[in-house]
């Protein structure tokens, strides 16, 4: 439903529970499928005047929520927009948002415990400073740069950025444990809640569309070049099945030699053949196995999230000072880290030992299976 004013208003419902199906939609729609901008308000719209002619409550006349948005999923969401979203289900964009949305409020939440614990004005170096600073970067090219190249297939700039990842990594440790302190000033606890607050902002409002473009720029503007060139063609595949769709490096090869041998054998051109090389993509990685794969993508942040634990619990056991209030917020944190990161790997481990198999492909190629 649209306001008078050009903005989208949420649809009137006769009952509480009618909305809280209408929320459970939204949801699951928004969780398991990705849908393009306003169709969950256009399908929430239709579904209430449906519901007001019928005059019945949704659940009755439209089912299970979950059971719905999967279908509404399988009949309006295209294969152009399914194959821009990653194996994991994120929007060009939507990651590098995120990863804004994530660091502002880890810099608040920092600007907290250390007032709580050290007082309004908080003494910083250069190095702590410089090593705070170096970590919320590192926050942002985890888990918002590094993804947002993969998806776009740029699989050597992702390469180059995981490099720096590591980097970061050995320069935040050095900055807060090996370096001397030296000179130091003292700073507003407060500052770092409107450092988070920007960050937040940031993240929040800036529109994940430009980002995903100025990300797939390289590769966008590749688009012309491989529809009269069958190798940049090929090449591009591989890129995506390995990057957007993570599957693995030998099947990859596998699905570009079988579609390399079909154009031989036709002599016709990969564009002719197979059609758009992203809907290509999505229709070889489709399949029983695209969870696995998902799981599979989950398994690196999980290794850096195992070794910040590690290394906050090492730092925090090497010069424990129990009369301090930082050193058992440092214990708080610790234990919800720890319960975070037990239920993420067990959730991980679960999703990895069955066997998975990817779907079967289109034509001129199989399935990617993993």
């Known amino acids: 439903m649209i306001r008078t004013d050009g903005r989208e ?59 719905y948005a999967d279908a509404v999923a399988a009949e309006r969401i295209d294969e152009a927009h399914r194959s821009s ?6 929007a060009a964009g939507d990651r590098f948002t995120s990863s804004l949305l994530m660091a502002g409020g880890q810099v608040a939440l920092f600007g907290a415990v250390l007032w709580a614990s050290a007082g309004l004005w908080i003494p910083v170096g250069w190095a702590t400073g410089g090593a705070g600073l170096l970590l919320a970067v590192l926050v942002v090219l985890v888990t918002g740069v590094i993804p947002e190249l993969r998806a776009a297939g740029r699989l050597r700039a992702g390469r180059v950025a995981i490099a720096c990842a590591a980097v970061l990594v050995v320069a935040c440790a050095v900055g807060f444990t090996a370096v001397p302190r030296g ?45 009269s060139d069958d190798e940049a063609w090929l090449t591009r595949l591989s890129a995506l099945l390995r990057g957007r769709h993570g599957v693995s490096a030998g099947n990859a090869r596998r699905c570009v030699a079988e579609a390399r041998d079909h154009l031989a ?18 229709r070889l990685s489709e399949g029983p196995g695209k969870s696995r794969r998902a799981a599979r993508a989950e398994v690196l942040p999980t290794i850096l999230f195992t070794g910040g634990i590690l290394w906050w619990s090492i730092d925090l056991l090497s010069d424990p ?14 234990v919800v880290g720890a319960w975070a990161w037990a239920t993420t790997s067990w959730s991980l481990w679960r999703k990895l030992r069955p066997g998975g198999r990817g779907g079967s492909g289109a034509k001129g190629g199989s399935g990617a299976k993993g």
């Open 265 to 282: 054998a036709s002599g016709g051109s990969a564009v002719g053949e197979f059609g758009d090389v992203e809907v290509y993509a999505l």
């Open 9 to 67: 208003r949420k649809p009137d419902w006769p009952c509480d529970d009618d909305a809280q199906w209408a929320a459970e939609f939204e949801f699951a729609l928004a969780l398991g499928h990705t849908p393009p901008d306003g169709l969950a308000e256009q399908v929430l719209e239709e579904a209430r005047l449906t519901v007001a002619e019928a005059g019945l409550p949704v659940r009755e006349v439209l089912g299970d929520p979950a059971a």
């Open 85 to 90: 979203v990653d194996v994991e289900g994120f």
């Open 183 to 227: 000179p130091q000033v003292s700073v507003p606890a407060p500052s770092l809640f409107v450092v988070g607050a920007l960050l937040g902002v940031l993240g929040w409002r800036v529109p994940p569309e430009p980002v995903g473009r100025w990300f797939r720029g390289k590769a966008a503007a590749a688009a012309e070049a491989i529809r």
């Open 321 to 334: 000072e129990p009369a301090s209030l930082w050193f058992w917020a440092k214990v708080v944190v610790l």
